[in-house]
C-alpha cells in the first residue's frame, strides 16, 4: 500500500542551523510528494510540492527533492528562524489516484527553533 | 476571515452525546474533505465530497457521518460520540482541474478540537 514516513520528532535547532527532516514513501507509480506546514494554533498549509522524478519544490527558502531512486523527499532549509518553529507534514497523492484528490500523511515532526 | 471556517474550534461533550462538526468555505472549490489528527498518526481521511450529490468513505469512517448540504458547507456528525473520537478535526478544500482529478492541494480550516469525557 501507499504510506509516508516522517523522522521522528522533535527536532530542536539553533537560530540559523541547517535543517533537515527525513521523509520516505511507499507507492506504486509516480506519486506527487507534499510539504504542509502547520502553525501553532492553525491548519495545515502547503509549503511546497513536487509532481514529478527529480523534481524541486522549493518555497521560504525550504527545499525538497523528488528522488524516486531512493522513494524519499527530504525537507531542508539553510538558516532556520524562530518564526520556523512548526509541525512538518510529508504527503503524497498515489499515482493514478487523482480521482480521489486523497492525501497520505506523514505522522509529522516538530520543529522547535530556539534563539 | 478565514476561507474556510469551522465550527465550533473547542467543544467538550460526554460519551453517547450527538454532535456536528460545522465547515463552510469562500474559495468556491468543488471538493470538501474531513480529516482528524492525533498525536503521532498524523492526518487520517475520514470523508470525501467531490459535489453536492458525491461523497465517499475515507479510512476512518466509522462512526462519523457527513452531509453535503450545499456547495460551500460539509458537516461531520458523531451520532454517539465515544473517547476514543477525542481528536483535533480538520476540514479542508481543492478544487478539481478536471473531472475527477485533483491539483493536491488543500485547503485547511483551523481545526475543531474536540474531547469527549
Known amino acids: 500500500g501507499n504510506s509516508v514516513t516522517q523522522m521522528e520528532g522533535p527536532v530542536t535547532l539553533s537560530e540559523e542551523a541547517f535543517l533537515t527532516i527525513n521523509c520516505t514513501y511507499t507507492?506504486?507509480?509516480?506519486?506527487?510528494l507534499f510539504w504542509y506546514v502547520q502553525y501553532p494554533g492553525e491548519g495545515l498549509q502547503l509549503l511546497l510540492k513536487a509532481t514529478k522524478a527529480d523534481d524541486k519544490g522549493s518555497n521560504k527558502g525550504f527545499e525538497a527533492t523528488y528522488r524516486k531512486e531512493t522513494t524519499s523527499f527530504h525537507l531542508e532549509k539553510g538558516s532556520v528562524q524562530v518564526s520556523d518553529s512548526a509541525v512538518y507534514f510529508c504527503?503524497?497523492?498515489?499515482?493514478?489516484?487523482?480521482?480521489?484528490?486523497?492525501?497520505?500523511f506523514g505522522q509529522g515532526t516538530t520543529l522547535q527553533v530556539k534563539p | 476571515d478565514a476561507d474556510v471556517t469551522q465550527t465550533p474550534r473547542n467543544r467538550i461533550t460526554k460519551t453517547g452525546k450527538r454532535i456536528m462538526l460545522e465547515c463552510s468555505q469562500t474559495k468556491g472549490h468543488d471538493r470538501m474533505y474531513w480529516y482528524r489528527q492525533d498525536p503521532g498518526l498524523g492526518l487520517r481521511l475520514i470523508y470525501y465530497?467531490?459535489?453536492?450529490?458525491?461523497?465517499n468513505k475515507g479510512e476512518i469512517s466509522d462512526g462519523y457521518s457527513v452531509s453535503r448540504q450545499a456547495q460551500a458547507k460539509f458537516s461531520l456528525s458523531l451520532e454517539s460520540a465515544i473517547p476514543n473520537q477525542t481528536a483535533l478535526y480538520f476540514c479542508?478544500?481543492?478544487?478539481?482541474?478536471?473531472?475527477?482529478?485533483?491539483?493536491?492541494?488543500?485547503?485547511f480550516g483551523e481545526g475543531s478540537r474536540l474531547t469527549v469525557l
Open positions: 479542508a478544500t481543492s478544487q478539481s482541474i478536471a473531472p475527477r482529478a485533483n491539483t493536491g492541494e488543500l485547503f
Open positions: 465530497s467531490f459535489d453536492v450529490k458525491d461523497i
Open positions: 507507492a506504486t507509480g509516480y506519486p506527487s
Open positions: 504527503a503524497l497523492t498515489p499515482y493514478g489516484s487523482s480521482n480521489t484528490g486523497k492525501l497520505i
